[in-house]
Nanobody
Framework: QVQLVESGGGLVQPGGSLRLSCAAS????????MGWYRQAPGKQRELVAG???????NYADLVKGRFTISRENAKNTVYLQMNSLKREDTAVYYC???????????????WGQGTQVTVSS
């Protein structure tokens, strides 16, 4: 069994910063792409940023230049540094990872439980 546990959400003022963390645990052989998604009330879940096992990254246009995704492969952990936060960044942020539990298994997609980020004065 694989589990993704997120932390670091909370309430922050516009212009402030937050750092989200997501640690994968359990039966893990390898982790391919890891990423962060978000879902605001009444909206669909959307990709925020992704990072491959080799460190290549991609970002949604709305967060480019403000958010930075990184990972520590030895700790099976992915981070999202969020700077210059705006009210429209308010959402539940979800961690996602494509994980293989053995050499012979295809990667499966796993999700964290979500962490609330609220940007408000």
């Amino acid at each position: 069994q694989v589990q993704l546990v997120e932390s670091g959400g909370g309430l922050v003022q516009p212009g402030g910063s937050l750092r989200l963390s997501c640690a994968a645990s359990g039966s893990i052989f390898s982790i391919n792409t890891m990423g962060w998604y978000r879902q605001a009330p009444g909206k669909q879940r959307e990709l925020v940023a992704g990072i491959t096992s080799g460190g290549s990254t991609n970002y949604a246009d709305l967060v480019k230049g403000r958010f930075t995704i990184s990972r520590e492969n030895a700790k099976n952990t992915v981070y999202l540094q969020m700077n210059s936060l705006k009210r429209e960044d308010t959402a539940v942020y979800y961690c996602n990872a494509d994980i293989r539990d053995s050499r012979w298994s295809p990667p499966l997609s796993y999700w964290g439980q979500g962490t609330q980020v609220t940007v408000s004065s």
